[in-house]
């Protein structure tokens, strides 16, 4: 005899199994990893964040890796697990399952690739220094700002005023004269506009800023990072507000290199 389920039934079923694929136990979780490569062991990768926390990496034949370049990051090339190196920061998405993070992706920008490469060549010629090399990538990623400038740009605009060219100009004569120095940008709009386009216009800022640096004021590509766009500041308030509307520039050293030149 056939035993006809009625359609609450039905109802009811997938309802239930559309419960349990929603479960964490039944299911796994993406998630994205940024931080700094402390340790490689096969595939298994080491990772400290900016909050100074680890994490444990996971990497198989199905994960990718891309090399990005440009101020914005939007070229980019596939590299290969070789390329992972100790001090390299990245980024790495994946699935959370348990315990394990899983990469599907990691990306790491090319400039940052290169330092990575100088600060291992310095500190690692023979391997009389290993220990020595562990302890300055424990402190790598630690960065201490000599000195920070605010270049301010009008309602929705990338150019840079007169004021702004000076405060570059003299930033940028002072990390001629610092060792193993980076400036960072981070650029910013106040709260006018939808949040994609203030987005876009924060990123903007940001590399016509670190344009100027390194086309004007003499400063070499690989110590300029590629600039971040932060959108909206977290002071800006509603409306127009100059003081918002900014780049955020940073002549940094990083405490890992400078431990190594004493």
Known sequence: MITRKHPKQLMLIAAFVAMLAALPGFAAE???????????QGDTITVKDSNNAEHTITVSPATTYKRTKGLTGAIRESAEHSALIPGLPI????????????ATA??????????????QAG????STRVDEMGKRIDDFGSYEALATTEVHFASGKTAISEKGKSDL????????????YHIV??????????????????????????????????????????????GVATDAGSGSNADARK??????????VNAAKK
């Open 185 to 230: 940008l981070q650029g910013f709009t106040d709260s006018v506009g939808n949040a994609a386009a203030n987005q876009r216009l924060s990123t903007m800022r940001a590399a016509s800023v670190a344009n100027f640096l390194q086309q004007k004021a003499g400063l070499m590509p690989g110590r300029v990072h590629a600039g971040d766009g932060m």
């Open 30 to 40: 993406k998630s994205t990893i940024r931080g700094m490569i402390t340790a490689i």
């Open 169 to 180: 100009m003299a930033l940028a004569a002072k990390a001629k004269e610092t060792n193993g």
């Open 123 to 126: 500190v690692a010629p023979t």
């Open 91 to 102: 980024i790495a998405d994946g699935m959370v399952e348990g315990s394990t993070f899983n």
């Open 247 to 256: 780049v955020v520039v940073k002549l940094v050293v990083d405490k890992g």
């Open 106 to 119: 990691i990306s790491f920008k090319s400039d940052d690739f290169k330092t990575a490469q100088q600060v």
